[in-house]
């Protein structure tokens, strides 16, 4: 089954604890991409990263580190969470950009107190 | 520079009522539209998508929507609404020169009532 899987779903961390939340998509996808959903605001883009070894930043990076080693994963860092990137967040994939499909995961809900 | 804007983040409508949920972009390029649904605790699935072509364009589930240039509207509708359709809908833009990037409206959270 196509999909992109994200874990955890959920995560309760303290202030400058580090955490990683985990990303894969299998269908092969060139493009691989971060938001986060706010109340709102609707969704952010924190990173993208076109292909392997290629990642920019989206318009809420700071804070965030992203990392694509493999076409697969793509792994969202936060070296030291606060409170205000209280947030859920999504993973999503697509065949070569946001100009064809997104497939998105289910979605990490991380609490930051 | 590229937006949307959605009017309305509660929508109400009685099962078997008309769903017309607003949308409204702002893109210097022509631009490529799309339509998200997010069910409670899942991520986003895409309901349908206007790229090129025909400017009524039909989705998932009964949805359609129609993009109107002069406008700059691409407003979701559904003839009858289904229970099942309670949801909140994302509109998004992206174009050719900003593939690497999808922006979204604020959501609408569309509420189906017996």
């Known amino acids: 089954e196509a999909q992109v899987t994200q874990n955890p779903r959920y995560l309760i961390t303290v202030t400058g604890k580090k955490l990683t939340v985990t990303c894969s998509q299998n269908?092969?996808?060139?493009?691989m991409s971060w938001y986060r959903q706010d109340p709102g605001l609707g969704l952010r883009q924190i990173y993208y990263?076109?292909?392997?070894?290629?990642?920019d930043k989206g318009d809420v990076p700071e804070g965030y580190k992203v990392s694509r080693k493999e076409k697969r994963n793509f792994p969202l860092i936060l070296e030291s969470p606060s409170p205000n990137q209280t947030s859920l967040y999504f993973c999503?994939?697509?065949?070569?950009?946001?100009?064809?499909?997104?497939?998105f995961g289910q979605g990490t809900r991380l609490t930051v107190v | 520079a590229q937006s949307v804007t959605q009017l309305g983040s509660h929508v109400s409508v009685s099962e078997g009522a008309l769903v017309l949920l607003r949308c409204n972009y702002s893109?210097?390029?022509?631009?490529?539209l799309f339509w998200y649904v997010q069910y409670p605790n899942q991520g986003l699935q895409l309901l349908l998508k206007?790229?090129?072509?025909?400017?009524l364009v039909k989705g998932i589930n009964g949805f359609e929507a129609e993009f109107k240039k002069s406008e700059t509207s691409f407003h979701l509708t559904k003839p009858s609404a289904h229970m099942s359709d309670a949801a909140e809908y994302f509109c998004?833009?992206?174009?050719?020169?900003?593939?690497?990037?999808?922006?979204f409206g604020t959501g609408t959270r569309l509420q189906v009532t017996l």
């Open positions: 999503a994939s697509s065949l070569r950009g946001m100009n064809t499909e997104a497939f």
């Open positions: 269908m092969n996808h060139e493009y």
């Open positions: 990263s076109m292909n392997v070894e290629v990642t």
């Open positions: 893109s210097s390029v022509p631009p490529y």
């Open positions: 206007y790229t090129t072509g025909a400017t």
């Open positions: 998004a833009v992206t174009n050719t020169g900003t593939a690497s990037k999808l922006t």
